[in-house]
């Protein structure tokens, strides 16, 4: 990266009259007086003025200052950053879908219709669900509908109850979906596995208690191997499992939520079927249910009569619209290119791949950095700074030296249970090369903390900035541009 | 499967490594019983090219984009220039994640840092977020907010307010104690003022109204916040089509507190309804209960500037079942095609943009009303929509006017009966004179 490249804000390089873009004379009589008695504003104070050219070269020059998967490994645990197929990117801007207006009759979108029937019918046979939404915008969009979901169903068994349990690993979301779902939240300490301790659910579940809500694999990247006695024990006080899917790309193929007893789960379309992550969104969080949550699903549910596709919105038990129109449609085409690219045998690779890298990284960085957890791995490994603090280097000194290596540092400080936490998440998309290249940067960095930790302090070093000073940003909030007086 | 980099010698070799004789140990901690002991029962993998055909051939069946169509509703056809789409793609904008890292985010920082500056100027107030999910769930976003900021628990909603946008609200609220209320509208399709008067009251947490409204009729939103301000209640403005701001005086400098919706229309396709762009800004006094993620301004060691995602004490991955919404993930993208959007348009650009709407769908709405058998059915000034009501009933008309190649808007009875052989018209920039005589020839013979 050139240090050098300085990109002004686009308000700074505005200059009177310029503009981008013409459109073509209108073509109907002029008004003078259209919306008369209405306040108009006299001018868009404020908005850039520029030409084509610097918009190109603007936008151009802010690109080349962020990392990128199409770049290099992107080992954000958690966040599942795979290779985006570039096929999907074009197929999912098709003009009969890109045009496609969501307030149009049934009978002219069919193949619009005939994609979101087709993810849904692959999702249910890869979750092993009965059911499947591809409503919610994103995952946390996901868990709300979810625990919504669970809410209406207990509702139609005589109560909504008052507590959500969740593990002390699991994703801020979580319990924030909870909440607006109107749940009080109580938490459930992990055991030495870091996974849930069966004792301490049960003490915990009682007839008080709608649901647990469980990430599996968890965010340590380890199986719940007591998933279906945990499964077990919520049921037997009629409680319902919601599970948070996010890591569903270490199960695909072998083996289905549905089958160990979970009764509503998320997906990440953009973390498991490789829909691109666009630098914070936009997601698709589709939720799976089983049998008995169907009649509450949110409205419209696409349904078949005759052949043809249709919007049901006769659905007296649901649980109402979760937003507009039908969820984020180019999202969900991408989804579906990819696993009808995979296959049977491929969908099963994404776990078989992923879980290997993530097994393989393990292997070759411990000993270098500390593992709290020994527990088998899955698609993803939590290590910490725990040797290198003796050096006085902190995870977020590893994290921004390995900036200086070319590569997008791991996820940090997550999850809540390992302190100094690095998580990383190779996915199935990364060659043995890619991943070798980023262990010998790790081995480097743990030398370079026991030898010359000061250089870690101070990276990252070729950056087009170094370290930020969140701490001032948050304490005085500048959010906008504005001209200097 | 071009996309898994492993080749059977790496695979060998890495399980040995691991120190496993195969794949399948790797899963050793998955109880046997509930393993998958079958192949999944999906199509069988597809190259490229197949992959295209059979996709290509889904779209085929969308018929819809054979029609020249005038539907709005909340998904506005608007033109879209060729650097949005081009810009918009390059893989250093579509394959990162959310700036969790700043030193090697700076791009997608400064982007939103320039699209939240852009939604302020548009909305005339101080703040504005990341982007939400949509225009209905922003909206839902706002109304939990009013609730914090005002500790009240009822929310007055315009009858005028998308009815999907409604749905959605009284779906978020629904366990949660709060209570929505209908307002009605008049006959010019504004918000009944005496209606609003009689509803208001001390437990009023927000007035919620949309202008340009459902019916594409512009709201008096002086009137409506200084109602709202009367009983101490927040001006929540929804604006679903993002396009009118380039004409219609700023929301925020007509009293509206926090101003929300839909961004589509500022350069995202309308692609079967998502996914879209949710917007709020805010005055700053409510900085602290914004939802959502916030790009801030700020300098590195060397006092060089930088951008940094600030403030997310207020966000779920800090403060959990406390924070202010649940929201994590939002549309980037979506975000940075607005921006680029609104900046190659440009202050004169948005404002021509926005002019031609309103001068199209008036020359619509006077060709129209002069067709024997249309009436205009709302008195109340319009952006780009306006409601006729029809001599005969919506559904023949509209399979009278798709034989003719043409969708002539939305059938607004079943989301207000009251509305009989009512129909939604929108004209945007993208329609031709020639379109729009067609349409009032068409109609003519239809329904004569």
Redesign the interface.
């Known amino acids: 990266m050139i240090k050098e490249i300085?990109?002004p804000?686009?308000?700074e390089i505005?200059e009177a009259g310029?503009?981008?873009?013409?459109?073509p004379a209108?073509?109907?009589?002029?008004?003078k007086d259209?919306?008369?008695?209405?306040?108009?504003?006299r001018?868009?104070?404020?908005?850039?003025?520029?030409s084509?050219t610097e918009?190109?070269r603007?936008?151009?020059r802010?690109?080349?200052?962020?990392?990128?998967?199409?770049?290099g490994i992107?080992p954000?645990g958690s966040?599942t950053?795979?290779?985006?197929?570039k096929?999907n990117?074009r197929?999912s801007?098709?003009?009969?879908?890109?045009?496609?207006?969501?307030?149009?009759?049934e009978?002219?979108?069919?193949?619009?219709l005939?994609?979101l029937k087709r993810l849904e019918t692959?999702l249910c046979?890869?979750a092993g669900m009965d059911a499947f939404t591809l409503h919610p915008?994103?995952?946390?969009?996901g868990?709300?509908t979810g625990m919504?979901l669970i809410?209406a169903a207990l509702e139609a068994r005589g109560g909504?109850r008052k507590y959500v349990l969740i593990p002390d690993s699991a994703?801020?979301?979580n319990?924030?979906?909870?909440?607006?779902?109107?749940y009080s939240?109580k938490e459930v300490k992990s055991n030495e596995k870091g996974t849930i301790d069966v004792e301490a659910l049960e003490a915990a579940m009682t007839d008080e208690v709608a649901a647990l809500m469980v990430t599996n694999p968890n965010t340590l990247g380890?199986?719940e191997?007591d998933?279906?006695r945990v499964a077990e024990i919520v049921h037997a006080k009629g409680g319902l499992v919601y599970m948070d899917g996010a890591n569903m790309n270490a199960l695909?193929?072998?083996?289905?939520p549905g089958?160990?007893g979970i009764d509503v789960l998320h997906i990440n379309l953009?973390k498991t079927f490789?829909t691109?992550?666009?630098?914070?969104?936009?997601?698709?969080g589709p939720v799976g249910v089983r049998k008995e949550l169907v009649p509450y699903l949110?409205i419209p549910v696409i349904g078949e009569k005759g052949g043809r596709f249709v919007l049901d919105f006769d659905r007296p038990a649901t649980?109402?619209?979760?937003?507009?129109?039908?969820?984020?449609?180019?999202?969900i085409?991408r989804a579906?290119?990819y696993?009808?690219?995979?296959?049977?045998?491929?969908?099963?690779?994404i776990?078989?791949?992923a879980?290997?890298?993530a097994?393989?990284i393990r292997?070759?960085l411990e000993g270098e950095y500390h593992l709290k957890y020994t527990?088998?791995s899955?698609h993803e490994c939590v290590f910490s700074d725990k040797i290198q603090k003796e050096f006085g280097v902190t995870n977020l000194d590893i994290?921004?030296r390995l900036?200086d290596y070319g590569f997008?540092?791991p996820?940090?400080s997550?999850p809540l249970i390992v302190h100094g936490a690095l998580m990383i998440e190779p996915t199935?998309?990364?060659?043995?090369r890619?991943l070798d290249l980023f262990i010998d940067a790790m081995k480097a960095i743990a030398r370079e903390a026991r030898e010359n930790p000061e250089i870690l302090h101070s990276a990252?070093h070729v950056?087009?900035?170094?370290?930020?000073?969140?701490v001032?940003?948050?304490k005085f909030?500048?959010?906008?541009?504005e001209k200097k007086p | 499967m071009s996309y898994l980099s492993l080749s059977d010698k790496d695979k060998k070799e890495m399980l040995a490594a691991v120190g496993v004789g195969s794949t399948d140990d790797l899963f050793c901690c998955i109880p046997d019983a509930v393993r998958l002991k079958r192949e999944l029962s999906l199509p069988a993998a597809q190259s490229e090219l197949e992959l295209v055909r059979t996709i290509e051939a889904i779209g085929r069946k969308n018929a819809y984009s054979r029609y020249v169509s005038f539907l709005g509703g909340g998904a506005y056809e608007h033109f879209i220039p060729t650097v949005v789409d081009y810009l918009s793609s390059r893989g250093e904008f579509v394959s990162p994640y959310t700036p969790y890292q700043p030193e090697v985010s700076q791009g997608t920082l400064q982007a939103v840092f320039e699209f939240q500056t852009l939604v302020c100027q548009l909305t005339g107030l101080d703040i504005a977020n990341a982007s939400l999910y949509e225009g209905a769930t922003a909206t839902a976003e706002a109304v939990l907010m009013a609730q914090r900021i005002t500790t009240r628990n009822k929310v007055l909603l315009a009858r005028t307010l998308h009815p999907q946008y409604r749905e959605v609200v009284r779906t978020y609220i629904k366990n949660l104690g709060l209570e929505a209320v209908d307002v009605p509208y008049g006959p010019d399709g504004r918000v009944d003022n005496d209606a609003l008067g009689r509803a208001l009251d001390e437990s009023t947490a927000a007035v919620v109204f949309q202008s340009p409204n459902f019916f594409g009729v512009v709201e008096d939103v002086q009137a409506l916040s200084d109602a709202a301000h009367g009983r101490k209640a927040l001006s929540v403005a929804v604006v679903a089509e993002a396009v009118s701001l380039g004409l219609l005086e700023a929301p925020g400098r007509l009293g509206a507190d926090i101003v929300t919706g839909e961004g589509q229309s500022l350069g995202v396709p309308v692609s079967f309804g998502g996914p879209y762009l949710g917007f709020m800004a805010c005055k700053k006094e409510f900085l602290r209960q914004m939802p959502g993620r916030l790009v801030g301004q700020t300098v590195d060691k060397e006092g060089r500037r930088g951008f940094v995602l600030t403030l997310s004490t207020r966000e779920q991955h800090i403060r959990r079942e406390r924070a202010t919404s649940n929201i994590c993930t939002n549309q980037g993208l979506c975000a940075l095609r607005a921006a680029i959007f609104m900046e190659s348009l440009g202050k004169q650009g948005l404002r021509e943009m926005a002019w031609q709407n309103g001068q199209k769908a008036a020359y619509a709405a006077d060709r129209l009303g002069a067709v024997s058998g249309v009436k205009r059915k709302f008195s109340g000034p319009v952006f780009n929509e306006f409601v006729v009501e029809l001599a005969k009933p919506w559904p023949a008309v509209d399979a009278g006017l798709r034989g003719k190649g043409l969708i002539g808007g939305y059938g607004l009875e079943p989301a207000y009966p009251e509305l009989k052989n009512c129909a939604l018209v929108c004209v945007t920039e993208l329609k031709t004179k020639d379109q729009i005589d067609r349409l009032a020839q068409a109609l003519q013979e239809v329904l004569s």
């Open positions: 300085r990109e804000l686009i308000f505005s310029k503009r981008a873009v013409e459109l209108l073509d109907v009589p002029e008004k259209l919306l008369a008695g209405v306040p108009l504003r001018e868009l104070e404020g908005f850039p003025e520029v084509e918009v190109t603007h936008f151009t802010l690109s080349q200052k962020n990392y990128c998967v199409d770049l992107y954000l966040c950053m795979k290779y985006n197929p096929v990117e197929l801007g098709l003009p009969d879908f890109a045009a496609s207006h969501p307030l149009a009759s009978d002219l979108v069919q193949g619009s005939e994609v692959y046979e890869i915008a994103a995952g946390a969009h868990e709300l919504m809410r909504a994703h801020g979301t319990p924030s979906s909870a909440h607006i779902c109107g939240v380890v199986f191997s998933i279906c695909t193929g072998i083996v289905r089958d160990m953009h490789s691109p992550h666009g630098g914070g969104g936009p997601g698709s949110p649980i109402g619209r979760v937003r507009s129109y039908f969820g984020n449609f180019s999202v085409v579906l290119c696993i009808l690219t995979l296959g049977p045998k491929g969908v099963r690779e776990a078989e791949f879980v290997l890298n097994n393989y292997k070759s527990t088998p899955m994290a921004k900036i997008h540092p996820t940090m997550f199935e998309t990364e060659s043995r890619d990252p950056a087009y900035v170094s370290r930020l000073d969140e001032t940003a948050a909030p500048v959010l906008r541009w």
